[in-house]
Nanobody, 126 residues
Framework: QVHLVESGGGLVQAGGSLRLSCSAS????????FGWFRQAPGKERDFVAS????????NYADSVKGRFTISKDHAKNTVYLQMNSLKPEDTAVYFC???????????????????WGQGTQVTVSS
């Protein structure tokens, strides 16, 4: 199985920046993409961005295009999410994912090959 651990969340003011990290270990398949999702209180877990382990074909939700950038570092087995020009509506728990949800660019609850980290809180104040 795959283990994912997120870090880098915190409290920032609107217009600020934050960089999230996702450390991956275990059985990783190179053709299965990694992704970032977020979930606000009372809301569905929504897609944010995805990337293949090789770094090709990055994909972004419309709400974050031009502001967020997903990247990876093979040497560290780590995926990053650079978040710029943050808005209060970006406030959520951010989750790292690899498997069916990242592949589909949508949350797939109950799917067997779908691995998640514990989440990291991002709060943007106005």
């Amino acid at each position: 199985q795959v283990h994912l651990v997120e870090s880098g969340g915190g409290l920032v003011q609107a217009g600020g920046s934050l960089r999230l990290s996702c450390s991956a270990s275990g059985q990783i398949y190179n053709n299965v993409p990694f992704g970032w999702f977020r979930q606000a209180p009372g809301k569905e877990r929504d897609f944010v961005a995805s990337i293949t382990w090789s770094g090709s074909s990055p994909n972004y939700a419309d709400s974050v295009k031009g502001r967020f950038t997903i990247s990876k570092d093979h040497a560290k087995n780590t995926v990053y999410l650079q978040m710029n020009s943050l808005k209060p509506e970006d406030t959520a728990v951010y989750f790292c994912n690899t498997g069916a949800s990242a592949f589909s660019s949508r949350y797939r609850a109950g799917v067997e090959y779908d691995y998640w980290g514990q989440g990291t809180q991002v709060t943007v104040s106005s």
